[in-house]
């Protein structure tokens, strides 16, 4: 029988603030975290705006060696797992370090110590001139090494990749491994520092992204009628899940249960979703048979709606085909709408946001939907404006990424 998996330990960084409660609390009153990109000059590229992390001073939470030897990326995961570990309280001492592993997830890894090394390289026939740590700041699993030495964790320790879907598949190894008693305890969660002249060209050339320039906080709208494509953001989230008879006997507090996983492919296009929504489709009945739920048990959805044209009708298409025509009492909504896109670290950040929202019994705004566009079934509870209070019992959260990556994680109430 499968061991019950538990969160106990939440942390963030984000276009919404460095720790959980400015987060929750700005998520909840429907701010927007988007502005004019601060980080390079963009007036070059056709997106010019972005939800950049602000305030954030790695002096402040890291040593002068993690600091050199890290991209930024890894540099939000080590802030946003050491708010996780510490809200959740546990001992190493008391415990095997064997016992604690490290799964986290970024879909690019260090693209700005790229960026930076390859534009910086000089080369002669004598002296080749690339810093020590260019492919140890590059390399994608190096946020998952960096917090198992720090905190001195020596479970299983490796990161997942599956684009935008990354947070939730590492969250789905993690809950899994726990469920087979192959650890008591593991960080997981993802990170991104997309925010580069790289990932904003390169994804401004493929015109996914909103040209809104001129008006940057309502430019992420998810389902609205005049949406032209998803902001860019950047951040971390992390999540403390714990076998939940040990999170008990130590007397843990326990924020909500790991119910339930899945992931299909839509293998159909490298970076559009399935214009009828099958993969999704699939990935929540499977989600929730593995939870244990039925549809209308679920009371929070917190979509993956990005703000592209073609990528939020495919996924209502599938949550219609998923409740029916009936009315329902599933409540919905898009924080990327505040957060904008954190690519790889997308379910991290909305994955705490379902558990805080059943936690609170609260589901969270979409801002800057003023009219849903009709080809979205009408059926649909989507909350925009405001929050809205109501008692919660289950949340999902969807994440899809390119290369047709679809990945659901169900939370309970306990």
């Known amino acids: 029988m499968n061991k019950r998996v538990v969160v106990t330990g939440l942390g963030a960084v984000t276009p919404l603030g460095n720790d959980i409660s400015t987060f929750w609390q700005n998520v909840v009153e429907g701010k927007s975290g988007a502005g004019r990109i601060t980080r390079f000059d963009p007036s070059a590229f056709r997106t010019q705006i972005a939800c950049e992390v602000r305030d954030f001073d790695p002096t402040q939470y890291l040593d002068r060696n993690e600091i050199k030897r890290s991209d930024l990326f890894t ?28 799964i986290w997830g970024s879909g690019q890894g260090g693209m700005d110590t790229f960026e ?7 080369m002669d026939e004598q002296n080749p001139r690339f810093s020590p ?15 198992s030495m720090k905190y001195g964790f020596m479970g299983m320790s ?16 993690a809950m899994n491994y726990i469920r087979m008693g192959k650890a008591k305890i593991i960080v997981t969660g993802g990170s991104e520092a997309p925010v580069t002249t790289g990932s904003i060209g390169g994804f401004s050339a493929l015109k996914a992204m909103s040209t809104r320039n001129e008006d940057p906080e309502v430019a992420s709208r998810p389902f609205d009628t005049q949406r032209d494509g998803f902001l860019m953001g950047e951040g971390g989230g992390a999540l403390i899940l714990e076998e939940y008879e040990h999170a008990k006997a130590r007397g843990a507090k326990i924020y909500a249960e790991v119910a339930g996983s899945a992931m299909t492919s839509d293998a159909y296009h490298m970076t559009a979703s399935h214009p009828k929504g099958l993969g999704a489709l699939k990935a929540m009945q499977l989600a929730m048979e593995d939870a244990q739920v039925n549809v209308d048990e679920v009371n929070y959805l917190n979509t993956h709606a990005t703000s592209t044209p073609v990528g939020d009708i495919s996924e209502t298409y599938a949550i219609h085909k998923l409740i029916g025509d009936g009315k329902n009492q599933l409540q919905i909504s898009a924080t990327k709408s505040m957060t904008g896109h954190l690519l790889g670290a997308a379910g991290a950040a ?18 800057n ?8 079934p009408n059926n649909l509870n989507i909350v925009t404006r405001e929050a809205r209070e109501m008692p919660l019992k289950v949340a999902m959260s969807n994440t899809f990424g390119f290369g047709g990556h679809n990945a659901i994680v169900v939370f309970k109430k306990i």
């Open 75 to 102: 540099q939000y995961a080590l802030h946003a797992a050491g708010q996780a570990i510490e809200d959740s309280g546990f001992d190493l001492n008391n415990m095997s370090p064997f016992d604690v592993g490290v």
């Open 116 to 122: 930076k090394e390859v534009g910086a390289f000089k």
């Open 133 to 147: 740590f260019f492919i140890p700041k590059l390399i994608v699993n190096m946020a998952a090494g960096m917090i």
């Open 158 to 173: 490796y990161v997942a990749v599956s684009a935008c879907s990354t947070s939730n598949t590492a969250l789905m190894d």
């Open 350 to 367: 909305e994955g705490i946001i379902s558990i805080l929202a059943l936690k609170n019994g609260v589901v969270p705004p979409t801002i």
């Open 369 to 376: 939907t003023e009219e849903l566009d009709p080809a979205i």
